[in-house]
Structures are given as structure tokens and as C-alpha cells.
């Protein structure tokens, strides 16, 4: 996935979330401020573990239960 200059909406999440859903994890590569990006992973901490951070970008594992 990517995120570019409209920033992390809504939709953004969404995808995020059906994508671990189907596949396990997901790598983004963002194209917004820093402080965004990090909103955006404290936003899905409850879904989503970050396995890895490289600039701007991240790649998250689905949160086993």
C-alpha cells in the first residue's frame, strides 16, 4: 500500500485493516510528515503490531488473539 499526499483518511485505515484481514501483513510506504505516520500507527495499535519501521516505511503483522 501507499499513503501519499492526501495523507492517512479514513479509507486509508480501512484498507489497512481488510488487507491484514486477507493477507497477514502489510507493508505501506508513506508520503506524509513523521508526526502523521506515527498518529497513524498509535491509531491502529489495536489491530495491527509494527514488525518493522525504515524511514517512511512500515510494515504490520494482524494481532493475534
Known amino acids: 500500500m501507499q499513503v ?15 488487507q491484514l484481514k486477507k493477507n497477514g501483513m502489510v507493508k505501506i510506504k ?3 510528515s513523521k508526526e502523521e505516520i506515527d498518529l497513524f500507527q ?10 518493522m519501521k525504515i524511514g517512511r ?3 504490520f ?3 493475534g488473539k
Open 57 to 59: 516505511t512500515l510494515v
Open 61 to 63: 503483522k494482524k494481532k
Open 30 to 32: 508513506f508520503n506524509v
Open 4 to 18: 501519499g499526499k492526501n495523507g492517512v483518511t479514513e479509507s486509508v485505515r480501512k484498507e489497512l485493516l481488510d
Open 42 to 51: 498509535k491509531s491502529i495499535e489495536e489491530h495491527a503490531i509494527l514488525v
